[in-house]
């Protein structure tokens, strides 16, 4: 016997549900909901998950200075709060947050309820929860391999799962979301975290497979190293990718919409060639080569 379709409880356009994590005292608003885009230049409903990461950030200043709708999530409160303040500052339409572990897959469905009954829908999700960890104690301790595999794969599975449903019974949405080159290849300096974004990947994969036919749109985005506070200090950090033309080149991807935009987004592009060329080497040589 199937298992029942999961299904966000409350989350429509007249139900409100609480929130059960909790949220900064300074994210208020004007407006206790956001109206329905009636044309494709209307602002958009946009849900950040993990929105104090690097990219995420420059992608909310994008979106905030065309005066989209914001609800932002991320652990930090203090950080959160800066990037909603900024937010504001740049012209966004609404902005809300909430302060939440999204580890904590128990409180995705009503947070994720909570979201989009404040934002009254949703048209985008951006999904740029992730953590780099350390391989080296990862090799050592599966408790620190559990837990990048856990934050980059398991958290990022179940907010998607729920999304995907609300988003096929409306029949509309873009789930956009942040995996990594690192998952097109395993390479014994980061092999913990790109296998969990390599999992993350294939599961976009079917994800796609299963509900680009009911008009949801899921979108792969496959950055290289980029110029941010994770990766700081890196080696070969100077020849990273700016954060700034990164989100760009996301959010004028994601504003392309479901059949004229990509399923896979590498960027900077030339990432797409470099790995179909990594991907290439055979085995036999690959698994002697320090990458």
């Known amino acids: ?59 909310i200043r ?9 609800f932002l999530v991320g652990r930090n409160v203090d950080r959160l709060n800066a990037v909603a303040a900024d937010a504001r500052t740049r012209g966004a339409g609404f902005v809300e947050v ?6 904590n897959t128990n409180a995705h469905p009503e947070l994720l309820a909570h979201a989009i009954n404040s934002l009254g829908g949703l048209d985008v999700a951006y999904v740029a ?24 794969f398991i958290a990022p599975a179940s907010l998607l799962t729920w999304l995907a ?26 092999y913990v975290y790109g296998s969990s974004k390599a ?20 979108m792969t985005i496959k950055p290289g190293p980029v110029k941010t506070a994770m990766t700081e200090g890196m080696k070969g950090e100077a020849r990273f ?9 996301i959010v004028n991807a994601i504003d392309k919409g479901r059949r004229k935009g990509p399923d896979i987004l590498y960027v900077p592009g030339l990432w797409r060639f470099i790995m179909a060329a990594v991907r290439a080497i055979p085995e036999s040589q690959f698994k002697k080569m320090d990458l």
């Open 1 to 59: 016997m199937s298992s029942p379709i999961p299904t966000l409880p409350g989350a429509d356009a007249t139900a409100e549900v609480p929130l059960a994590v909790r949220r900064s005292s300074r994210s208020t608003s004007p407006q206790s909901r956001v109206p329905f885009p009636k044309n494709a230049s209307a602002p958009k409903r946009i849900l950040v998950l993990g929105a104090t990461s690097g990219i995420a950030e420059a992608s």
């Open 62 to 70: 994008i979106w905030a200075s065309r005066g989209d709708n914001l």
């Open 98 to 103: 909430s302060v939440v572990d999204l580890d």
């Open 129 to 152: 929860v992730g953590m780099l960890g350390d391989q080296a104690r990862a090799e050592r301790n599966f408790a620190d391999a559990g837990q990048i595999l856990h934050t980059n």
């Open 165 to 190: 449903n609300y988003c096929a019974q409306r029949h509309a949405g873009t789930l956009a979301v942040l995996s990594s080159v690192a998952g097109d290849r395993g390479r014994k300096s980061n």
């Open 199 to 218: 999992g993350l990947s294939i599961f976009l994969d079917g994800l796609r497979n299963r509900i680009d036919r009911e008009g949801v749109r899921v």
């Open 241 to 249: 990718a700016d954060v700034n033309k990164v989100a760009a080149t």
